[in-house]
């Protein structure tokens, strides 16, 4: 019940605001869509947490302790980014940037992209799961050459042609897998691509299909995680799209795509039974970790910045998924969860600062302090929860990561910690200059809604200090799951 | 027995000497019919060869014997080739000895010949010509030796004769590499008889001839000898297509009797009327590649019929 | 497994057949350098996917393919086609040649991925019958030759032909190789398929609108300085 809900109710929102999305309420309403899919969503989380796994039409959907945490986690981030952008937005039209046609456009690819997340998340099917995240792509390519600049168009262009190539990889591979399951399942009815039926009998699955397999979704999921060297869309879809967009692709999207490449993982090492999957995911999120930090250093533009951010925290949990084990996984999902707030809360605020500047070029962006002291504060105390430093979340899952890599792999350390130094020593030195500094931007024509900002990175603090019982009995049971 | 198959051989060389000059007629007169122009008789190369061989012939003051003896070599070489290629029947006494290499080999001493012979008499045109017919030969003859390795992997043999008993052996299997050597193949044909994407048979314009600009300087019964290897030519590589792709109607080994060798030549016939029309609408569908192209035309032969080897690996029937 | 592939020889015949025309195809569209003519061959893709999909259909008994052999004719023979020389057409760009690496250059490059592909899907011989390997092979050298073309192009509409024609590669893997996946799951392809091509055509008039031309070599300032 709760399950349908979660997925029609974005579904009714992109109808509901297909068509009244040029109105003055259409981000109300859209706050408020936002609104009942986190309550059913959150409705959906505490029956799994109490009653366990939930199969439902014809074994068509499944939801488990893994992707209930991640609905709930979109659900949460899609309401912030939400409320977020009704004042963004506002000021992106009061600044001409924008016409009512294309706001309507906005509202409406912003519902359907969380449908087609949810959807992503909840079937069980992984064809559907393809067809899933295909989708998710078509509905942010026309949401990231919204403002239709030639930035834009040009970042929209690289971003369809690269995610469309990659994401045919993927079904390459889901088709090489539906070959193996044949084998086993009979290819009667559409058993066959059922992830828990493929989960029962992965030991008779051949291994050699299925190692050729995840080469293939590897890549092609892999692609629109960011992972290098397929990496070169994100930042520049980032960076060109609005901000909102912005703060759920990386917050969301990211994780949705990791996702599938995780609960392929798990299918195949169980099928072929040697480290193969867990060793690629350790070389590319590894590699990813480390070009983005050297990347990171040569940005000028704001948004590009955190973009490159992002694959290097990708890049960090999908090699913490690597390793594998109850505790790096443990810390790959609460990496997950705080990355998603911090990230999305520092897209927030480095939005409005460049609305204030009149700029997205960080050379422009000077003595936000002085200007919006709340601005300022949230974009210092985001980046320093980004880095790592001690009291967020941030900190203990890169912690976790890091013991279980000196542990497990000692080879990898000085790797992962030359990647976090470079990030740190380049964010930082970027970031100090723009929130302090001396007095250039100009105060925003509508106040901004920076409530969003503060609660994600109160959560991310207190992930940090204290994390509930309930909270870490889930992450337990979905590490777990995830073997 | 011995005599009736130095019959079969002596008359199928006849035969072929007869009709290469019909079937060069023929797809002029094609061309002409789709290109909605009045069409010459079939019979028009008979009447030029009456007419070259009835005239004097004027040789350059500078021509060497090779020169001269250039003409009968190459319509020699040409009936030797008519000989090998099984046209009519595989029980040639003949194509015992030769196999496919030895065709390719024959072919080049013509090449090698004609282009000698147009350098020889020191005109800017004999050797433009010369050189670009070598150049067009250079890369022709790897992508037809692929295209005969191709068919030799299917039925182990790069004999023809034995290339043709062996496809009659299994006639319900169509390899998918065949696909690929013929598309090869055609594109051999059209650049090694001077065809249109590659060289224009009927016109003289400097700038883009390649064989005619080395026949410049012959006259009269060189020239007929000249032109008349040239239509035999064209029906040998005709032949080669028809022995590695359809070789239906051909008689085969073993079987005798003046019933089958009707049968094959009324198939022979057929197969000509149908090769050559449809040579004539790839003539009149494509237009003339410049000459810096043709390299790149030929390479796509070559890996043309490459692929078709490697296609034959992974999808061979057997 | 003899259930599984209960495919009689001249069947297997037929189908290698195809499958080597699907691939001279994939070459031919390499080499071609007309707008026009790509679609054309893409059509022609399209009609080869459709028949080996009815071939598979009524050699094994199952229902579904024809639908899905129909969907194809439907999509790919007739509409994306039809589509897409409309849009050139509104776009002025029919006659668009473009210039690109040399051709044997290419056509060198595509050899090589072919015997890649072949190469990849060798292990998968080992343990299914020799139909099915073949296949995956070829669909596998399908996609990356469509790839090569997206890469080697520079203009916006020829790359999504490339794309376009990667997924029939796609395609023809799930049909030949596996019977076809769901058919369900068919139908939401084919409608990212048809919407994916929707969104581009809209894209392609952004694009003129802003670059006043479609030649994607407009499209490289976003990038490391």
């Not at chain 1, 910690?417 to 302090?436: C, D, E, H, W, Y």
């Not at chain 3, 409309?86 to 690109?100: F, K, N, P, Q, V």
């Amino acid at each position: 019940m709760e399950l349908l809900a979660v997925l029609s109710l974005p579904l009714l929102g992109f109808f509901l605001l297909a068509l009244f999305g040029a109105r003055r309420v259409a981000p109300e309403l859209n706050i408020s869509i936002s609104l009942a899919t986190f309550i059913a969503a959150s409705l959906l989380a505490v029956r799994v947490a109490r009653h366990g796994p939930i199969l439902v039409l014809h074994d068509q959907f499944f939801v488990d302790a893994f992707n209930v945490f991640l609905v709930a986690l979109t659900a949460f981030v899609g309401l912030t980014t939400a409320i977020f952008s009704r004042p963004y937005m506002r000021i992106e039209e009061l600044h001409g940037r924008l016409t009512p046609r294309r706001l309507r456009l906005y509202h409406a690819m912003y519902q359907l992209f969380m449908a087609a997340m949810f959807l992503a998340l909840l079937t069980n099917n992984m064809g559907l799961l393809w067809v899933a995240m295909e989708a998710a792509t078509l509905s942010t390519v026309l949401l990231v050459s919204l403002y239709r600049t030639r930035a834009s168009l040009e970042a929209a262009w690289k971003y369809f042609i690269l995610c469309g190539v990659g994401i045919a990889q993927a079904l390459f591979g889901t088709i090489l897998l539906y070959f193996a399951a044949e084998k086993a399942l009979g290819s009667e009815g559409m058993t066959a691509l059922l992830w828990t039926h493929l989960n029962a009998v992965k030991g008779q699955l051949e291994p050699r299909v299925l190692g050729l397999a995840f080469v293939f979704l590897l890549v092609g999921y892999g692609t629109k995680v960011g992972l290098a060297p397929l990496h070169n869309w994100l930042p520049d879809a980032h960076a060109e799209g609005p901000t909102p967009v912005s703060a759920v692709l990386s917050g969301l999207l990211l994780n949705v795509a990791l996702y599938a490449v995780i609960r392929c993982k798990v299918l195949v090492e169980g099928s072929i039974g040697v480290a193969l999957p867990s060793r690629m995911l350790m070389g590319f999120g590894l590699l990813s970790a480390v070009l983005a930090s050297f990347f990171l250093w040569r940005q000028r533009d704001i948004k590009r910045l955190f973009g490159y951010s992002s694959i290097e925290h990708m890049g960090i949990i999908t090699f913490a998924f690597g390793l594998g084990g109850p505790i790096a996984n443990f810390a790959a999902l609460l990496h997950m969860t705080v990355h998603s707030l911090t990230k999305s809360s520092i897209f927030f605020t480095a939005g409005h600062a460049s609305q204030a500047s009149g700029t997205q070029q960080m050379d422009g962006i000077r003595g936000l302090l002085g200007t919006s002291p709340t601005i300022g504060w949230g974009l210092m105390l985001g980046s320093l929860a980004i880095l790592g430093m001690p009291p967020f979340g941030v900190f203990s899952s890169e912690f976790l990561i890091l013991t279980t890599a000196m542990r497990e792999h000692p080879g990898t350390t000085p790797l992962l910690l030359i990647a976090l130094g470079v990030a740190f020593a380049a964010i930082f030195s970027r970031v100090q200059p723009m929130v302090f500094g001396d007095k250039e931007a100009q105060p925003l024509p509508h106040s901004p809604a920076l409530v969003p900002v503060f609660v994600h990175l109160a959560l991310v603090l207190m992930l940090g200090i204290y994390m509930p019982p309930a909270l870490a009995e889930w992450y337990r049971v979905a590490a777990r799951l995830i073997g | 027995m011995r005599g009736i198959t130095f019959i079969r051989q002596f008359g199928e060389v006849i035969l072929a000497i007869a009709i290469a000059p019909l079937f060069a007629g023929w797809i002029a007169q094609c061309r002409a019919w789709m290109q909605s122009r009045s069409a010459p008789l079939v019979t028009q190369p008979y009447r030029m060869l009456r007419k070259l061989f009835s005239k004097d012939a004027a040789l350059a003051e500078t021509a060497s014997p090779l020169f001269r003896i250039t003409p009968y070599v190459l319509f020699g070489t040409m009936v030797l080739a008519a000989a090998i290629i099984p046209s009519l029947a595989t029980d040639l006494p003949f194509a015992r000895a030769a196999d496919a290499i030895a065709l390719i080999g024959l072919f080049a001493t013509a090449r090698v010949f004609l282009s000698l012979a147009a350098m020889d008499i020191g005109t800017g045109f004999g050797s433009m010509g010369a050189r670009r017919e070598m150049m067009i030969g250079f890369l022709a003859e790897p992508a037809l030796l692929m295209v005969l390795f191709n068919a030799s992997l299917l039925y182990g043999s790069t004999a023809l004769p034995s290339l043709v008993d062996g496809y009659r052996a299994h006639p319900t299997i169509i390899d998918p590499s065949v696909i690929f050597a013929a598309v090869a193949f055609v594109m051999v044909l059209l650049a090694e008889n001077a065809r249109i994407p590659i060289d224009n048979p009927a016109t003289h314009l400097e700038l883009t001839m390649i064989h005619e600009a080395m026949l410049l300087e012959y006259s009269a019964r060189h020239l007929a000898l000249v032109e008349w290897a040239s239509y035999l030519k064209l029906f040998n590589y005709a032949c080669i297509g028809f022995a590695l792709f359809v070789p239906w109607g051909i008689a085969i080994h073993g079987s005798d009797g003046g019933g089958v060798l009707a049968l094959s030549i009324v198939a022979l016939l057929g197969k000509l009327v149908v090769a050559g029309s449809a040579l004539a609408l790839i003539e009149t569908l494509s237009a003339k590649l410049r000459i810096f192209r043709a390299p790149e035309f030929l390479a796509m032969a070559f890996l043309l019929a490459v692929l078709g080897l490697l296609v034959h690996l992974l999808l061979g029937v057997r | 497994m003899h259930l599984l592939h209960p495919f009689t020889v001249p069947v297997i015949n037929v189908l290698n057949l195809l499958a080597a025309c699907l691939l001279l195809l994939s070459f031919a569209m390499l080499s071609r350098r007309r707008t026009q003519r790509l679609i054309t061959l893409f059509a022609w893709q399209g009609g080869i996917l459709c028949l080996s999909t009815s071939l598979v259909a009524y050699s094994s008994g199952l229902h579904e393919l024809y639908y899905s052999a129909a969907l194809t004719l439907l999509l790919k023979v007739i509409t994306l086609p039809l589509i897409l020389r409309r849009l050139i057409y509104r776009l002025g760009a029919e006659w668009d040649s473009e210039t690109m690496v040399n051709i044997p250059v290419t056509m060198l490059a595509g050899l090589m991925l072919v015997i890649f592909a072949f190469g990849l899907a060798q292990p998968i011989s080992m343990m299914a019958t020799t139909i099915t390997r073949n296949m995956l092979g070829i669909a596998l050298a399908v996609i990356l030759l469509s790839f090569l073309m997206m890469i080697t192009r520079r203009k916006a509409v020829t790359q999504v032909i490339g794309f376009l024609a990667m997924e029939n590669g796609l395609f023809f893997a799930a049909t030949s190789a596996t019977y076809g996946m769901p058919m369900v799951i068919e139908l939401g392809i084919a409608l990212d398929v048809l919407v994916g091509v929707f969104i581009l055509g809209l894209f392609f008039f952004q694009i003129r609108e802003q670059f006043e031309s479609l030649d994607l070599r407009n499209m490289e300032n976003l990038k490391e300085e």
